[in-house]
């Protein structure tokens, strides 16, 4: 008997090994770069959402002699949810004249209901332009809030114009944009 009586010649060895599925180092490179790419880019995304990139306020500035104006209104909003638009009005001196802080009507139609934080002296609209009066503050700053809460209408992107006059001289404008999710 020459013949080993073995495996059978016709039939092949099965590799039983765990490593025989395990990709080299080089084979998976394209694999590995891809993996970090999208790894980095979510890490990206992450930072940049806590950071307030994608922010719920946008801030707006705009400046005259005497006068420095900020406006914080909500950068993005969903329906249903509060939104405040605060603007602060800055003066190298007391402010002594009426202030009249006047918003774009179309933009405020965007909020369901909103409320004025102080209540103006008075209230007026030509239909554009909803024109809020206030009393003299007799200081070197003024604040009002605009508190509201967000419409269902189907408008993606609501804009407007805000302008803030003392003793009616034009003390500053800016431009308000939101952005709506559904």
Same mark, same amino acid.
């Given at each position: 008997?020459?013949?080993?009586? /073995?495996?059978?010649? @016709?039939? $092949?060895?099965?590799?039983?090994? &765990?490593?025989? @599925?395990?990709?080299?180092?080089? $084979?998976?490179? $394209?694999?590995?770069? /891809?993996?970090?790419?999208i790894?980095?880019?979510?890490?990206?995304?992450?930072?940049?959402?806590?950071?307030g990139?994608?922010?719920?306020?946008? #801030?707006?500035? !705009?400046?005259?002699?005497?006068?420095?104006?900020?406006?914080?209104?909500?950068? !993005?909003? =969903?329906?249903?949810?509060?939104? =405040?638009?605060?603007?602060?009005?800055?003066?190298?001196?007391?402010?002594?004249?009426?202030?009249?802080?006047?918003?774009? $009507?179309?933009?405020?139609?965007?909020?369901?209901?909103?409320?004025? !934080?102080?209540?103006?002296?008075?209230?007026? +609209?030509?239909? @554009?332009?909803v !024109?809020?009066?206030?009393?003299?503050?007799?200081?070197?700053?003024? =604040?009002?809030?605009?508190?509201?809460? +967000?419409?269902?209408?189907?408008?993606?992107?609501? &804009?407007?114009?805000?302008? #803030?006059?003392?003793?009616?001289?034009?003390?500053?404008? #800016? @431009?308000?944009?939101?952005?709506?999710?559904?």
């Open positions: 008997m020459d013949k080993d009586p /073995g495996f059978p010649q @016709d039939l $092949q060895r099965e590799n039983d090994s &765990t490593l025989a @599925d395990v990709v080299d180092s080089d $084979q998976d490179r $394209q694999g590995r770069i /891809g993996r970090r790419a790894l980095g880019l979510t890490a990206l995304f992450i930072l940049a959402s806590l950071s990139v994608f922010g719920l306020n946008s #801030v707006a500035t !705009s400046s005259s002699p005497g006068y420095e104006l900020t406006v914080k209104s909500p950068g !993005s909003t =969903r329906a249903g949810m509060d939104a =405040r638009i605060t603007v602060e009005l800055h003066a190298t001196e007391k402010i002594t004249g009426t202030v009249i802080v006047e918003v774009d $009507q179309n933009y405020l139609d965007s909020f369901t209901s909103y409320g004025i !934080s102080p209540a103006p002296d008075g209230e007026g +609209s030509d239909g @554009d332009v !024109s809020l009066e206030f009393d003299p503050p007799g200081e070197t700053g003024f =604040r009002v809030d605009i508190d509201g809460t +967000s419409s269902e209408d189907m408008v993606v992107l609501s &804009t407007g114009r805000l302008r #803030v006059y003392v003793g009616g001289e034009l003390a500053g404008t #800016v @431009d308000l944009k939101t952005w709506k999710a559904f």
